[in-house]
Protein backbone atom coordinates (compact mmCIF):
# COMPACT_ATOMS: atom_id res chain seq x y z
CA UNK A 1 0.00 0.00 0.00
CA UNK A 2 3.13 2.00 0.80
CA UNK A 3 4.39 1.63 -2.79
CA UNK A 4 1.45 2.83 -4.43
CA UNK A 5 1.06 5.85 -2.24
CA UNK A 6 4.97 6.74 -3.35
CA UNK A 7 4.56 6.24 -6.95
CA UNK A 8 1.03 7.97 -6.87
CA UNK A 9 2.86 10.75 -5.40
CA UNK A 10 5.78 10.43 -7.88
CA UNK A 11 3.07 10.44 -10.92
CA UNK A 12 1.61 13.72 -9.86
CA UNK A 13 4.91 15.52 -9.18
CA UNK A 14 5.69 14.74 -12.34
CA UNK A 15 2.19 16.11 -14.44
CA UNK A 16 2.79 19.35 -12.13
CA UNK A 17 6.72 19.52 -12.83
CA UNK A 18 5.69 19.07 -16.54
CA UNK A 19 2.89 21.96 -16.42
CA UNK A 20 4.82 24.29 -15.14
CA UNK A 21 7.73 23.48 -17.14
CA UNK A 22 5.44 23.82 -20.09
CA UNK A 23 4.42 27.06 -18.42
CA UNK A 24 7.93 28.36 -19.12
CA UNK A 25 8.28 27.28 -22.43
CA UNK A 26 4.94 29.26 -23.48
CA UNK A 27 5.02 32.63 -22.41
CA UNK A 28 1.82 34.63 -22.01
CA UNK A 29 1.90 35.64 -25.45
CA UNK A 30 -1.76 37.32 -25.85
CA UNK A 31 -0.77 40.26 -23.25
CA UNK A 32 1.69 41.40 -25.65
CA UNK A 33 1.17 44.94 -27.69
CA UNK A 34 2.20 42.69 -30.56
CA UNK A 35 -0.96 40.53 -30.05
CA UNK A 36 -2.73 43.50 -29.11
CA UNK A 37 -2.32 45.19 -32.72
CA UNK A 38 -2.30 41.71 -34.47
CA UNK A 39 -5.96 41.25 -33.17
CA UNK A 40 -7.08 44.82 -33.62
CA UNK A 41 -10.18 45.60 -35.26
CA UNK A 42 -10.51 48.58 -37.72
CA UNK A 43 -13.20 50.74 -39.24
CA UNK A 44 -15.52 49.79 -35.98
CA UNK A 45 -16.90 52.19 -33.14
CA UNK A 46 -16.36 51.13 -29.62
CA UNK A 47 -19.35 51.41 -27.70
CA UNK A 48 -18.16 54.43 -25.49
CA UNK A 49 -17.16 56.14 -28.34
CA UNK A 50 -21.39 55.77 -29.54
CA UNK A 51 -22.00 57.16 -26.42
CA UNK A 52 -19.65 59.90 -27.24
CA UNK A 53 -21.07 60.81 -30.22
CA UNK A 54 -18.23 59.30 -32.37
CA UNK A 55 -19.75 58.50 -36.50
CA UNK A 56 -17.52 56.25 -38.46
CA UNK A 57 -16.76 58.37 -42.01
CA UNK A 58 -15.08 55.25 -43.70
CA UNK A 59 -16.82 51.32 -42.89
CA UNK A 60 -14.46 49.35 -44.22
CA UNK A 61 -16.22 48.33 -47.44
CA UNK A 62 -18.06 51.03 -49.21
CA UNK A 63 -16.79 54.88 -50.43
CA UNK A 64 -20.55 55.47 -48.89
CA UNK A 65 -20.09 59.52 -48.01
CA UNK A 66 -17.24 60.42 -50.04
CA UNK A 67 -16.96 61.64 -53.38
CA UNK A 68 -14.20 62.86 -55.94
CA UNK A 69 -14.15 66.56 -55.80
CA UNK A 70 -16.32 68.31 -58.07
CA UNK A 71 -16.83 64.80 -60.00
CA UNK A 72 -19.24 62.10 -57.87
CA UNK A 73 -19.50 59.81 -60.97
CA UNK A 74 -16.27 59.39 -62.02
CA UNK A 75 -14.05 56.08 -61.41
CA UNK A 76 -11.63 57.73 -59.71
CA UNK A 77 -8.89 56.66 -58.08
CA UNK A 78 -9.92 56.09 -54.49
CA UNK A 79 -10.80 52.74 -53.60
CA UNK A 80 -11.53 50.00 -50.73
CA UNK A 81 -8.66 47.27 -50.58
CA UNK A 82 -8.44 44.80 -47.34
CA UNK A 83 -10.26 47.49 -45.28
CA UNK A 84 -8.35 50.20 -46.13
CA UNK A 85 -9.17 53.51 -48.40
CA UNK A 86 -6.34 53.73 -51.29
CA UNK A 87 -5.38 56.20 -53.56
CA UNK A 88 -4.35 53.83 -56.30
CA UNK A 89 -1.62 55.65 -58.12
CA UNK A 90 -0.59 52.83 -61.15
CA UNK A 91 -4.15 53.23 -62.85
CA UNK A 92 -3.80 56.00 -65.08
CA UNK A 93 -7.25 55.39 -66.57
CA UNK A 94 -8.78 56.45 -63.62
CA UNK A 95 -9.67 59.60 -62.90
CA UNK A 96 -7.21 61.72 -60.10
CA UNK A 97 -9.03 63.84 -57.70
CA UNK A 98 -9.41 64.74 -54.08
CA UNK A 99 -11.76 63.00 -52.03
CA UNK A 100 -14.40 64.87 -50.77
CA UNK A 101 -17.57 64.32 -47.51
CA UNK A 102 -20.48 64.46 -49.27
CA UNK A 103 -21.49 66.32 -45.51
CA UNK A 104 -20.03 69.75 -44.57
CA UNK A 105 -18.82 69.96 -40.87
CA UNK A 106 -18.28 73.20 -38.48
CA UNK A 107 -17.53 72.51 -34.54
CA UNK A 108 -16.03 69.02 -34.30
CA UNK A 109 -12.96 66.36 -34.06
CA UNK A 110 -12.16 64.32 -36.40
CA UNK A 111 -9.52 61.25 -35.93
CA UNK A 112 -7.71 58.60 -38.78
CA UNK A 113 -4.91 57.37 -39.71
CA UNK A 114 -2.65 57.22 -42.45
CA UNK A 115 0.32 55.45 -43.60
CA UNK A 116 1.90 56.44 -47.51
CA UNK A 117 5.00 55.57 -49.56
CA UNK A 118 8.36 57.16 -49.09
CA UNK A 119 8.38 59.97 -51.48
CA UNK A 120 4.40 60.37 -51.12
CA UNK A 121 2.88 63.91 -50.58
CA UNK A 122 -1.40 64.02 -49.18
CA UNK A 123 -3.12 66.03 -46.61
CA UNK A 124 -6.13 66.43 -45.18
CA UNK A 125 -7.98 69.70 -45.96
CA UNK A 126 -10.55 71.02 -43.87
CA UNK A 127 -13.31 73.83 -44.16
CA UNK A 128 -13.76 72.71 -47.77
CA UNK A 129 -16.25 74.52 -50.36
CA UNK A 130 -16.94 72.45 -53.34
CA UNK A 131 -17.52 75.16 -55.89
CA UNK A 132 -17.88 74.38 -59.83
CA UNK A 133 -15.82 77.25 -60.51
CA UNK A 134 -12.88 75.87 -58.47
CA UNK A 135 -10.79 73.72 -59.72
CA UNK A 136 -9.50 71.93 -56.71
CA UNK A 137 -10.11 71.18 -52.87
CA UNK A 138 -6.64 72.75 -51.81
CA UNK A 139 -7.85 76.37 -53.15
CA UNK A 140 -10.09 76.96 -50.28
CA UNK A 141 -9.68 74.81 -47.21
CA UNK A 142 -6.79 74.55 -45.19
CA UNK A 143 -4.32 71.67 -44.90
CA UNK A 144 -2.85 69.32 -42.64
CA UNK A 145 0.09 67.78 -43.95
CA UNK A 146 0.92 64.51 -44.78
CA UNK A 147 4.08 63.74 -45.98
CA UNK A 148 6.20 60.20 -46.35
CA UNK A 149 9.60 60.19 -44.65
CA UNK A 150 12.04 60.15 -47.50
CA UNK A 151 10.09 62.92 -49.52
CA UNK A 152 12.23 66.33 -50.65
CA UNK A 153 9.82 68.57 -48.30
CA UNK A 154 10.38 66.60 -45.09
CA UNK A 155 12.77 68.77 -43.46
CA UNK A 156 11.19 72.07 -44.52
CA UNK A 157 9.32 73.74 -41.32
CA UNK A 158 6.44 74.84 -42.63
CA UNK A 159 5.42 71.16 -44.76
CA UNK A 160 6.12 69.08 -42.07
CA UNK A 161 3.70 65.91 -40.96
CA UNK A 162 1.01 67.48 -39.09
CA UNK A 163 1.74 71.19 -39.62
CA UNK A 164 -0.81 73.85 -41.20
CA UNK A 165 0.47 73.43 -44.51
CA UNK A 166 3.32 76.83 -45.29
CA UNK A 167 1.52 78.26 -42.76
CA UNK A 168 3.43 77.24 -39.56
CA UNK A 169 5.89 74.69 -38.46
CA UNK A 170 5.27 72.11 -36.19
CA UNK A 171 4.67 74.09 -32.81
CA UNK A 172 6.07 70.40 -31.56
CA UNK A 173 8.64 68.46 -32.79
CA UNK A 174 7.53 64.75 -33.90
CA UNK A 175 8.61 61.99 -36.88
CA UNK A 176 7.15 59.67 -38.45
CA UNK A 177 8.30 56.23 -38.90
CA UNK A 178 8.10 55.64 -43.11
CA UNK A 179 5.66 52.24 -43.32
CA UNK A 180 4.02 52.85 -39.97
CA UNK A 181 0.55 53.72 -39.67
CA UNK A 182 0.03 57.48 -38.31
CA UNK A 183 -2.38 58.95 -36.51
CA UNK A 184 -3.74 62.05 -37.45
CA UNK A 185 -6.41 63.96 -34.96
CA UNK A 186 -7.95 67.74 -35.67
CA UNK A 187 -10.15 69.58 -33.73
CA UNK A 188 -11.96 72.86 -35.00
CA UNK A 189 -14.56 74.89 -32.58
CA UNK A 190 -15.91 77.70 -33.36
CA UNK A 191 -13.26 78.90 -35.86
CA UNK A 192 -9.92 77.71 -33.79
CA UNK A 193 -8.29 74.36 -35.13
CA UNK A 194 -5.73 71.98 -32.89
CA UNK A 195 -3.35 69.61 -35.10
CA UNK A 196 -2.58 66.45 -33.59
CA UNK A 197 0.16 63.85 -35.19
CA UNK A 198 0.68 60.57 -32.95
CA UNK A 199 -0.69 62.15 -30.19
CA UNK A 200 1.58 65.16 -30.21
CA UNK A 201 -0.09 68.65 -30.70
CA UNK A 202 1.54 70.06 -33.88
CA UNK A 203 -0.30 72.99 -34.59
CA UNK A 204 -3.06 75.43 -33.35
CA UNK A 205 -4.27 78.67 -35.33
CA UNK A 206 -7.91 81.10 -35.26
CA UNK A 207 -9.08 81.45 -38.33
CA UNK A 208 -11.50 84.73 -37.26
CA UNK A 209 -8.20 86.70 -36.24
CA UNK A 210 -7.08 89.26 -38.67
CA UNK A 211 -3.72 87.98 -37.71
CA UNK A 212 -5.37 84.53 -40.13
CA UNK A 213 -6.09 86.90 -42.69
CA UNK A 214 -2.97 88.80 -42.98
CA UNK A 215 -1.14 85.09 -43.44
CA UNK A 216 -3.13 84.35 -46.62
CA UNK A 217 -2.70 87.78 -48.01
CA UNK A 218 1.21 86.83 -47.39
CA UNK A 219 1.15 83.32 -49.07
CA UNK A 220 0.75 82.45 -52.44
CA UNK A 221 -2.90 81.43 -51.38
CA UNK A 222 -3.59 85.27 -51.89
CA UNK A 223 -4.11 84.05 -55.47
CA UNK A 224 -7.64 81.86 -54.60
CA UNK A 225 -10.04 84.02 -53.10
CA UNK A 226 -11.97 81.40 -51.46
CA UNK A 227 -9.25 79.76 -49.70
CA UNK A 228 -9.21 80.18 -45.57
CA UNK A 229 -12.47 82.52 -45.28
CA UNK A 230 -14.98 79.49 -44.04
CA UNK A 231 -15.23 78.28 -40.54
CA UNK A 232 -17.32 75.27 -42.01
CA UNK A 233 -17.19 72.89 -45.20
CA UNK A 234 -16.34 69.57 -46.19
CA UNK A 235 -13.57 67.55 -45.13
CA UNK A 236 -10.92 66.13 -48.21
CA UNK A 237 -8.33 63.77 -48.56
CA UNK A 238 -5.81 64.61 -50.91
CA UNK A 239 -4.06 62.79 -54.02
CA UNK A 240 -1.29 63.61 -54.87
CA UNK A 241 0.20 61.19 -57.28
CA UNK A 242 1.67 58.45 -55.11
CA UNK A 243 0.01 55.42 -53.01
CA UNK A 244 -1.77 56.64 -49.72
CA UNK A 245 -3.61 54.57 -47.34
CA UNK A 246 -6.31 55.99 -44.87
CA UNK A 247 -8.22 53.58 -42.24
CA UNK A 248 -10.30 54.08 -39.04
CA UNK A 249 -11.94 57.21 -40.37
CA UNK A 250 -13.95 58.96 -37.32
CA UNK A 251 -15.92 62.44 -36.50
CA UNK A 252 -17.95 63.60 -33.95
CA UNK A 253 -19.27 66.61 -33.98
CA UNK A 254 -18.94 69.21 -31.02
Not at 20 to 38: C, G, I, L, M, Q
Not at 95 to 123: C, M, R
Amino acid sequence: MHTKITGFILVLFLLVSCKSDKKKEEPDTWRTKKAAVENATHNQLLDVEKEQGWELLFDGKTMDGWHLYNDPNANSVWEVVDGELHSNANDESLTAGDLVTDKAYTNYELSLEWKISGNGNSGVFINVQELPEVPTAWQTGPEYQILGAEHMDYDVPEKRPGCLYVFLPQKNEVEVKQGDWNKTTIKQVDGKITFYLNGVLTAEQDFNTPEWKQMIAESRFSNYPEFGKTTEGKIALQYWYFETWFRNIKIREL
